[in-house]
């Protein structure tokens, strides 16, 4: 049997100020936020920004979207920011009973808040409506888990 | 393609003393319990109070239960003595395997602890067991915020 490390604790076992790694990957404080939106007949390809602009440096931990059955026919969500509208959770089927979703993406795992083109921020996290949304009605709940320091 | 706004973004944007956000919505520390239980054959409907008294305004984030089968098809809720499956509804423990279940009902998500009926207190999380007798192992771990 192989044993292998991360690239933090290869980093950690090399040792040295040279292997100093960034801030929040070890022994980082957690922080959360959270934000609720009614939905009322929402459209198709609406995005709804949800919470602050998280500082540059932030690196997102986990992501809980809790909704209502919102209705419209499997309606679906997914959550993201400008810059990949499905960073965190890929689009999910909220419109057949109360659901509730968690990260599922492996890139937004760990994912830096690097503000890397200014058109398409990253650093405000949004949810963007999708499929039938005819009738969608109901409550979406949010908590966002991050780390900066 | 519209653009809307969560009701605590949409006090960010406003700005101003009159769009004050609850303590621990925005930047809030992070905080946790957890607790375990042994279930040694007791009766369903058995309550077990898991974890601290939360102080008035915690806000609760997540819920993970994790068992050892319990047998019996036992089932399990999770909320407090003014709802009771506040944040897990009804899932069977006891199907032959072990299981993780998280928070899962849209409405304990960001619950306030608001204490508002002193005979029914919403500040002591509760995990209530129904169908059969339990036996095993109960984790749980809560994380909270407040500031």
């Keep these: ?25 070890l022994d980082g404080r957690v922080k959360c936020f959270f934000d609720q939106y009614e939905v009322s007949s929402t459209v198709s390809g609406t995005v709804i920004e949800m919470g602050p ?19 419209g026919s499997s309606t679906t969500l997914a959550v993201g920011d400008l810059e990949d509208p499905d ?10 009973g109360s659901v509730t979703t968690r990260l599922n993406k492996p890139d937004g795992l760990g994912y830096e808040v690097d503000m890397t083109t ?13 499929a039938s949304t005819s009738g969608t009605t109901g409550t979406i709940n949010m908590v966002v888990f991050y780390t900066k320091d | 393609m519209a653009t809307v706004k969560g009701v605590n973004k949409t006090k960010i944007d406003a700005g101003g003393l009159s769009n004050k956000i609850s303590q621990g919505y925005i930047d809030g520390r992070v905080k946790t319990f957890f607790d375990q239980y042994e279930f040694a ?25 994790s068992t050892d089968d319990l047998g019996n098809n036992v089932t399990l809720i999770v909320g407090d003595a003014e709802d009771p ?39 002591q999380i509760l995990v209530t067991t129904a169908t059969a007798a339990a036996t095993g192992t109960m984790n749980i771990e809560v994380k909270y915020t407040k500031d």
């Design chain 1, 53 to 71: 602009e998280l500082p540059l440096g932030s690196k997102i931990l986990e992501v809980i979207l809790s909704t209502d059955d919102i209705g």
């Design chain 1, 87 to 96: 960073r965190y959770i890929s689009a999910t089927n909220h419109g057949d």
């Design chain 2, 41 to 65: 054959g007791e009766l369903l409907a058995t309550v077990v109070e898991v974890g601290p008294e939360l102080p008035l305004g915690a806000k609760i984030l997540e819920v993970v239960l």
């Design chain 1, 118 to 130: 200014a058109a398409t921020p990253d650093n405000q996290i949004t949810i963007t409506t999708g």
């Design chain 1, 1 to 25: 049997m192989a044993t292998v490390k991360g690239v933090n604790k290869t980093l950690i076992d090399a040792g040295g100020l040279s292997n100093k790694f960034e801030q929040g990957y």
């Design chain 2, 85 to 123: 499956n506040r944040y897990i509804t009804s899932t069977d423990h006891g199907g032959g395997t072990v299981l993780t279940t998280r928070l899962n009902a849209p409405d304990g998500l960001g619950y306030e602890i608001d204490m508002t009926t002193a005979s029914t207190p919403d500040n």
